[in-house]
């Protein structure tokens, strides 16, 4: 999303508020945070500051702290701050590596560096290239680094699709990623309609360039939040996510499968995806009339849910 007007300042993600002080009418840039702005199209040198919790994955780190760079004005502040042991040990050398000169501090098990933008940049383009979206032949898709399990088939969602059913009707991918799962769904001809959403902006941009199909439907949202046009549909399918910011939580995954219940008219059905480890029984059975184990192989496990 463009912004309407010039943004002097930005945030990208949420920074701890005792390690960042960020304006509260800075511009949010993260992907991970539904309207937010693409920092790709923020123009060059037309920012005074950005403050960011970097990302833990190294090529995405990079990519991102290269474009906050490019956005930035000469002498514009850069604050980049992550947790030691999910990037912020590297930050400083990264930061070097760019032609920067980081000053940086220890707090709260983060290391925080602050930055002016120099006025020439090391390496940007090659960095950004690195990062940004592209063809991998392995998965014959388009995908980005960030995205979840962007440069491989994940063994839960593979397990699905050796045991997945051809389905019909109207249905709904949550937490769809670049559009594995639901170009199967929709190889069936009996599927008439397909929501797919996810919570990563560029997930869905690669999906839409996976899913050339018109009985999909491809949304930028956080399922968390009720989305009232989703109703009495035939079916959801779904490999929901168990981290939040890189830390586990297992409650996300319920909260997917609530959302499904809601979506589904009676009689529809759940078809999820699932490391074994995580403890969904009970919060399957409490949602829906009828459950069962279809599959279990490599540390995953595949349910069917009835409503």
Not at 184 to 193: K, P, Y
Not at 292 to 298: R, V
Request: aromatic share 6%; hydrophobic share 45%; charged share 25%.
């Amino acid at each position: 999303m463009m912004p309407a007007s010039p943004i002097p300042d930005a945030v990208y993600g949420s920074p701890p508020a005792e390690l960042a002080d960020v304006s509260a009418h800075a511009a949010q840039l993260s992907p991970l945070i539904p309207g937010s702005v693409r920092l790709e199209d923020i123009a060059e040198g037309s920012l005074e500051s950005v403050t960011m919790l970097a990302p833990a994955g190294t090529i995405e780190r990079r990519y991102v702290l290269s474009l906050s760079l490019r956005a930035l004005r000469p002498g514009g502040r850069l604050r980049a701050l992550a947790p030691k042991d999910k990037g912020g040990a590297r930050l400083g050398r990264e930061l070097k590596e760019f032609g920067c000169e980081p000053a940086e501090t220890a707090k709260r098990h983060h290391r925080i560096c602050d930055v002016a933008r120099p006025a020439a940049i090391v390496a940007l383009d090659e960095v950004i290239q690195e990062g940004a979206p592209r063809h991998i032949d392995n998965l014959a898709l388009c995908t980005q680094p960030g995205v979840f399990s962007w440069d491989r088939l994940d063994p839960g969602t593979a397990l699905l699709l050796a045991n997945l059913p051809s389905l019909s009707g109207r249905g709904a991918d949550f937490g769809c990623g670049i559009g594995v799962l639901a170009r199967a769904v929709l190889a069936s001809q009996g599927v008439t309609a397909l929501t797919l959403i996810d919570i990563d902006r560029r997930a869905v941009e690669m999906a839409r360039r996976n899913v050339g199909d018109p009985r999909a439907d491809i949304r930028w949202a956080d399922i968390r939040s009720a989305d009232v046009t989703l109703e009495r549909l035939d079916f959801v399918v779904m490999n929901p996510p168990f981290h939040d910011g890189g830390i586990e939580d297992r409650f996300l995954g319920e909260v997917f499968i609530r959302r499904a219940a809601e979506t589904l008219r009676p009689g529809g059905t759940l078809w999820l995806t699932a490391n074994a480890h995580l403890p969904y029984e009970a919060p399957l059975k409490a949602a829906f009339k009828a459950v069962t184990l279809k599959a279990s192989a490599g540390g995953y496990k595949i349910y069917e849910a009835r409503k």
